[in-house]
């Protein structure tokens, strides 16, 4: 009988993103000691000591030249094998851009119910696995049950917390018997995002800007803040459409999704496209000259005023603070 959970983790060259660490974690409190970690990739068997320590059981590495790129269809196939030979109950996915493209198509190649997005996942009354994702742009959390005997779940980075277990993870032999001229896709190049310091789907602390902003120029102010902080930037939309900012920093439903201990809203309306991508934040923080603002709806803590004015003042009082310590 099925049980257990896999957990299919990205990692490059080593090094393993947190959430996979935060996955595991939460794979281990669910299902004790019949936890699996699958990763990919080049360096893949060097996580094994860090796989274990945060709850890792059991580790499939998949290495190899099948393996260099990733593949939507060639990694989908190679996970499906990997769940013949393991059996679990449940699959965890990271929902990251990576995590979102292999999760459905593993899924729809298992039969399997999908919940995307999860910021829970728990065991039922009935032993079974349940989870909560947000739905309407995270204006409402619902409660999902997945009826299919196997249930593929991918799992909001920055929600669960790690937990260390310092066991040994075995590591389990399993040769999908794959070559990459078998895939029908593959990335054959990745270029790192220029300008983004910090991962902002992992990042603790995100100061963001928006339209209030007014030139590209002015984002030296909230950079400031930024870096007495030790925080990640971002931005609304329509500054990274304007080209003020990269790409890379737009936030919301069609940006990125993000979910830090503090997110500071520096002259952004708070439109509900917005609010999609920071409701899991655990405290906002608006600056915005209009009282009227919807973004003090969703703030915790709110200050009206000229963010020319409150942002430096703020980034001094940082310093102030950090210097006493
Ligand atoms: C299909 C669709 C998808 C979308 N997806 C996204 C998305 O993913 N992410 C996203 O962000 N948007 C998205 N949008 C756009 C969204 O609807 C809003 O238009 C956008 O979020 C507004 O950006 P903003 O808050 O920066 O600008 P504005 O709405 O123009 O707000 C600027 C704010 O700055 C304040 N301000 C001005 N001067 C100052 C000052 N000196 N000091 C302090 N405050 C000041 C103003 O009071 C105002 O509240 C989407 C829209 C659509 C239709």
């Known amino acids: 009988m099925a049980s257990g959970i896999l957990v299919v983790i990205n990692q490059e060259g080593g090094r393993v993103r947190r959430v996979g660490f935060e996955m595991l974690s939460l794979a281990q409190k669910l299902a004790p000691g019949q936890v699996t970690a699958l990763t990919f990739g080049d360096g893949a068997e060097q996580s094994k000591d860090s796989l274990g320590q945060y709850g890792a059981d059991q580790v499939v590495f998949l290495s190899g030249s099948a393996y260099h790129h990733y593949s939507s269809d060639g990694f989908a196939d190679a996970v499906v094998k990997v769940v013949e030979g393991v059996d679990p109950e449940s699959l965890f996915f990271p929902a990251t851009a990576w995590g979102k493209d292999l999760a459905p198509r593993v899924a729809g190649l298992l039969g399997a119910g999908l919940a995307s997005d999860c910021t829970e996942v728990y065991r039922r009354d009935d032993g079974r696995l349940g989870a909560v994702r947000p739905i309407y742009a995270g204006k409402a959390f619902a409660r999902v049950a997945i009826d299919s005997p196997r249930q593929v779940y991918s799992i909001r980075p920055n929600i669960q917390p790690v937990a260390e277990t310092q066991r040994a993870a075995a590591v389990l032999a399993i040769d999908p018997g794959l070559d990459a001229s078998q895939f029908q896709a593959r990335v054959v190049a990745v270029k ?13 602390i995100i100061v963001s800007g928006g339209r209030g902003v007014k030139a590209p120029e002015n984002f030296k102010v909230l950079e400031d803040l930024a870096s007495a902080l030790g925080a990640a930037m971002g931005s609304s939309r329509p500054v990274a459409d304007e080209g003020w900012v990269p790409h890379s920093y737009h936030i919301g439903q069609t940006g990125k999704v993000v979910s830090p201990t503090v997110y500071f809203a520096v ?3 708070g439109a509900i496209q917005h609010l999609a991508g920071i409701s899991g934040s655990k405290y906002i923080v608006a600056i915005n000259s209009d009282p009227d603002a919807p973004i003090f709806k969703a703030a915790n803590y709110g200050i009206v005023g000229d963010l020319f004015k409150v942002v430096p003042a703020l980034a001094e009082e940082v310093r102030h603070i950090k210097q006493d310590a």
């Open 267 to 269: 002259g952004i309306s």
């Open 192 to 204: 790192e995002s220029q300008g983004e310091q910090l991962e902002l789907t992992e990042a603790d």
